[in-house]
């Protein structure tokens, strides 16, 4: 079985107006929240009604044990440019790259 951390983009979609669906509910996953992902969900929610989904989404997440934090390390490759000699940005496109 898959595991799968489902990015804010997509809960956003499905929130507001039911998208993704084949992605969220694949009955061969088992889905993680990440912890960013329900600052970033309740960082964009600006009413009470908005806040309401996304914490049930996070007590059923912690009832099953499937809370997920990242570790500062993950942060800090995230970050890293995987070329030192050369910029991120090219032309106003991030360049392409593989870590290893």
């Not at 440019?81 to 870590?99: E, F, M, N, V, Y």
Request: glycine fraction near 6%.
């Amino acid at each position: 079985m898959r595991c799968l951390i489902v990015d804010t983009n997509l809960y956003i979609d499905w929130l507001n107006v039911g998208k993704h669906e084949p992605i969220l509910f694949r009955p061969d996953a088992v889905k993680f929240m990440s912890t960013v992902v329900m600052m970033e969900l309740l960082a964009g929610a600006y009413s009470v009604h908005g806040r309401t989904r996304p914490h049930d989404l996070f007590t059923t997440f912690t009832k099953l044990g499937r809370i997920v934090t990242p570790f500062s390390a993950t942060y800090q490759e995230a970050g890293t440019p995987c070329d030192h000699k050369s910029p991120i940005w090219a032309h106003g496109t991030r360049a392409k790259c593989l870590r290893s």
